[in-house]
């Protein structure tokens, strides 16, 4: 049994907000669990290549964008997936933090930093095998 505390699960600022790790690769559960919080008024253009995500969000307001320009609204009850490494922006409220529930699978192994592509886009590169 694993047992974590938001105050014990490492936390790695990916330049738009913070996101607290619970469950990484060497829990050997095959997917990581994160507490991820968006920083108010930010967008962030992400697009997880090695990695599926499926976010729900808790607390705050925000949208999601596809790059048809398709907008669609974050508000606490709201789950969107990535179900086909989809580009996409990530924007939080001018007024307030968007705080999501993330699965990444594959787990991350928890020292990944965001890295911009030749497009903009902020990923995860180059997931360990």
Wanted: hydrophobic share 35%.
């Amino acid at each position: 049994m694993i047992i974590r505390t938001l105050d014990s699960a490492p936390s790695i600022d990916w330049g738009n907000g913070l996101s607290r790790r619970f469950l990484l690769h060497s829990d050997n559960m095959g997917y990581t669990l994160t507490d991820t919080i968006v920083r108010a008024g930010t967008t962030a253009r992400l697009e997880y290549r090695d990695h599926f995500e499926a976010c729900y969000c808790i607390e705050g307001k925000g949208e999601v964008r596809d790059l048809q320009g398709n907008a669609y609204p974050i508000q606490p009850g709201t789950m969107y997936a990535l179900d086909e490494h989809d580009p996409h922006l990530l924007i939080a409220a001018p007024d307030t933090d968007l705080r999501l529930v993330c699965v990444f699978a594959p787990a991350l192994y928890g020292d990944e930093h965001h890295s911009l592509d030749s497009r903009g886009f902020s990923g995860y590169p180059g997931a360990r095998k």
